[in-house]
């Protein structure tokens, strides 16, 4: 439990509401009702193993504090989660309805858990060790099999070390789930090409032999996409989307959309993933501490690239 006042209420709410959720105790040394609840929560920060945070902030000494969250009466307790209030109650409630509240915005101990592997992996990852992060990625989904990002980044680096059944395997729950996210579809497309030139006699051809075909024939959509598909698996995202563009500009519905579907699934793998919780898209933090990361997004090369390419597509679909 920490004291909580105007000068490190930026650092100990804010910042930390985007690590841990932050519950923000509003009390007065007066307040009857207070001095129950207090201890209750205490008793719930302990046993929550730091799956929250909880900070006391004295009404009557931080009354602009207290104005900026609308306190009309105490105690009342806000959950800051990402910067924000996210849900609170008011009064001395009993210790089994705070464990209800907790219940409904708190990480659960596994979820926290697999999350912690999942960010070991990319530290692993980033050391130059695959394999050893293939292994944490798949602690972490063992863990929690509801965690997107870990299922994505795990199927990512299975296709990147050529384990192309166990990546099938892997990517199968989230296929089925209703409606499906955009990048689980982007792996698909990726592994159907990666089918495409282990399977198909044209995945051995030379780029010049569809070229040849296509120079006598600029409708032949199957030579085209046949080469986009060598070109993505071979790295070539560009030339790839080229390709496909040539396609799409030509017949939009052509092969059931596939050229269009391929290209939005480049275009999801090449984009830069996000940044860390902790800034906004203003510029500023949540405090409003001006910041050089939407700069430093705009000049991202990768980022230009994909909303050039974004920009292609709109085009030749308009």
């Known amino acids: 439990m920490i004291n909580v006042t105007i000068e490190n ?43 929250f945070k909880l900070v006391k902030i004295d009404s009557d000494q931080e009354q602009e504090l207290s ?30 309805q705070i464990r209800t509240f907790l219940d409904k915005h708190v990480p659960a101990a596994d979820a926290l858990e697999a999350q912690e592997d999942a960010d070991d992996a ?36 299975l296709i990147q070390n050529n384990m192309l059944e166990d990546a099938e395997a892997a990517l199968a729950p989230a296929l089925a789930e209703i409606p499906r996210q955009l990048r689980f579809d982007a792996l698909l497309h990726f592994l159907d090409a990666i089918k495409f030139v282990t399977t198909d006699a044209r995945g051995g051809w030379k780029l010049e032999q569809f070229d040849a075909l296509i ?24 030339a790839s989307m080229d390709e496909l563009l040539e396609i799409i500009m030509r017949d939009k519905a052509w092969g059931e959309a596939v050229p269009r579907k391929t290209y939005v699934a480049i275009l999801e793998l090449l984009t830069p993933p996000k940044p860390k919780a902790g800034m906004q898209d203003t510029g500023k933090t949540a ?3 001006e910041i050089a990361g939407k700069v430093v997004a705009e000049q991202d090369p ?17």
């Open 215 to 238: 120079a006598a024939n600029k409708r032949d959509f199957d030579a085209r996409l046949a080469k986009a598909r060598l070109l993505m698996v071979a790295g070539e995202w560009t």
């Open 67 to 96: 104005q900026a969250f609308g306190i009309r009466s105490i105690p009342t307790c806000v959950l800051m989660i990402s910067g924000k209030p996210a849900d609170g109650f008011m009064g001395a409630v009993p210790e089994g």
């Open 287 to 289: 405090g409003g501490i």
């Open 9 to 51: 209420f930026e650092a100990e709410v804010v910042a930390a509401s985007h690590q841990v959720p932050v519950l923000v105790d509003f009390w007065a040394p007066w307040c009857g009702p207070c001095k129950v609840i207090g201890p209750l929560l205490e008793k719930m920060e302990e046993a929550y193993e730091g799956r």
């Open 122 to 157: 990319q530290a692993l990852l980033a050391a130059g060790d695959p394999q050893a992060a293939l292994h944490k990625l798949h602690e972490a989904l063992s863990i929690n099999p509801g965690n997107d990002d870990a299922r994505f980044d795990y199927v990512k680096l």
């Open 302 to 318: 990768q980022a230009q690239l994909v909303a050039a390419y974004r920009r292609k597509l709109s085009m030749a679909l308009n």
